[in-house]
């Protein structure tokens, strides 16, 4: 399998019946829509069965030539995330519909990896921010808090609370870095 | 794996968030294109897990906010909290259940435009300083979060915390001094 195919080029590939490259899509879409998955429905099961629904979905769609521009494959992938995100959040149990038919060929994607950090390391960074970043920083990651809510808390316009988050975000990731 | 157009950190951690104005679509049709941001994306991830294993830990030393406290109670965590007067001082300690450790400190902060909190050692020296703390001129306290790891740790202590504001010329101004005299409860005698 030339891995080096485009995704236009993995798109036709499939459509002419090429099952190394339907595994090809598995491989490199699976991660990317679970991460879509987490991101929307903040659960690792919830996410991995909509990278199987959705994948599933973009299968059938690329087996039967309904693509028509084949170089919009993340676009295409992007509604599809959508769509199901909105049928999961529906109740619409396709899961089971989907996972009867085609469970078997179902090509099973690796988990997400996330890194792992050096928590004192972290913990030293965080502490060296300045404390209103430190306090932006806790306050979103830890607080989940809306950037209204920070902003009101610090006094400050929800835009200056923006350059102070980014900036201790680059700070972190900075002081993180240098000490790998 | 490498990206012509790589997206910014932070704004992979404001999508991550799903804050106001992080630019969702053009991320997400990005990151369904692009290995090398969605590795960026989990470095973010692991970030903020990172962060808020170390709130959850309450080893942070900082300001916090009531709705930070209010949080950390409702998910099951005990926070233990004193109340200081200024010029006032008051009897601590910190128990093997306690998972967050807050001083209240009240101050008049009206006209405040800037505030320091400085820790004193029992002889008077300035041990560490978080400038420019975040607070509401209209606020009647301030409430700082000590380290628990290093409180657990620690042997019987009295520590001094003092609130500084500044003039318009840049001159120190003491705005009250607060008292923790921590007596050991746990197993030990206690050292860093």
């Keep these: ?180 | 794996m490498n990206c012509a157009n790589p997206i910014d950190a932070a704004v992979l951690a404001d999508y991550w968030l799903a804050l106001p104005g992080s630019e969702e679509d053009a991320v997400e049709l990005h990151l369904l294109d692009c290995d090398r941001c969605g590795q960026r994306l989990r470095e973010v991830i692991a970030l903020a897990e990172g962060v808020r294993s170390l709130a959850r830990e309450g080893s942070l030393r900082m300001v916090v906010s009531d709705v930070f406290l209010q949080r950390a109670a409702e998910t099951g965590l005990r926070v233990r909290e004193y109340f200081v007067p200024a010029g006032g001082s008051v009897e601590c300690t910190v128990t093997a259940e306690d998972d967050i450790l807050i001083g209240r400190v009240a101050a008049d902060l009206s006209g405040a435009k800037r505030v320091d909190m400085c820790i004193i050692s029992e002889n008077g020296v300035e041990q560490f300083r978080l400038p420019d703390i975040p607070v509401h001129s209209e606020a009647t306290s301030i409430a700082f979060q000590e380290s628990i790891t290093f409180m657990k740790s620690a042997p019987s202590l009295k520590m001094v915390m003092r609130l500084i504001t500044f003039d318009d010329k840049g001159s120190e101004h003491t705005l009250g001094e607060y008292t923790f005299n921590h007596t050991r409860s746990l197993p030990g005698s206690g050292a860093w």
């Excluded at chain 1, 629904?53 to 028509?68: D, H, S």
């Excluded at chain 1, 950090?117 to 913990?123: E, F, K």
């Excluded at chain 1, 975000?169 to 240098?178: A, D, N, S, Y």
């Design chain 1, 1 to 180: 399998m030339n891995l080096e195919l485009n995704d236009a080029e993995l798109v036709l590939q499939i459509g002419s019946g090429d099952h190394v490259a339907e595994a090809e899509l598995f491989r490199r879409m699976a991660p990317r829509v679970r991460l879509y998955g987490l991101r929307h429905l903040r659960d690792e099961s919830a996410a991995e069965d909509l990278t199987q629904m959705v994948l599933i979905t973009t299968l059938e769609a690329l087996r039967a030539r309904r693509l028509r521009e084949p170089e919009k494959l993340a676009g295409f992938v992007l509604g599809t995330c959508r769509m199901t995100v909105l049928d999961l959040r529906r109740g619409i149990q396709r899961k089971e519909r989907i996972l009867e038919r085609f469970g078997a060929d179902l090509v099973k994607p690796a988990p997400i990896s996330i890194p792992n950090l050096d928590q004192d390391q972290l913990a030293r960074c965080v502490q060296n921010l300045r404390e209103r970043e430190r306090t932006v920083i806790v306050m979103t990651f830890y607080d989940e808090q809306t950037g209204a809510d920070v902003a009101s808390f610090l006094r400050v316009s929800e835009s200056n609370l923006r350059v102070i988050r980014h900036r201790a975000i680059h700070e972190l990731r900075k002081c993180m870095e240098g000490a790998a």
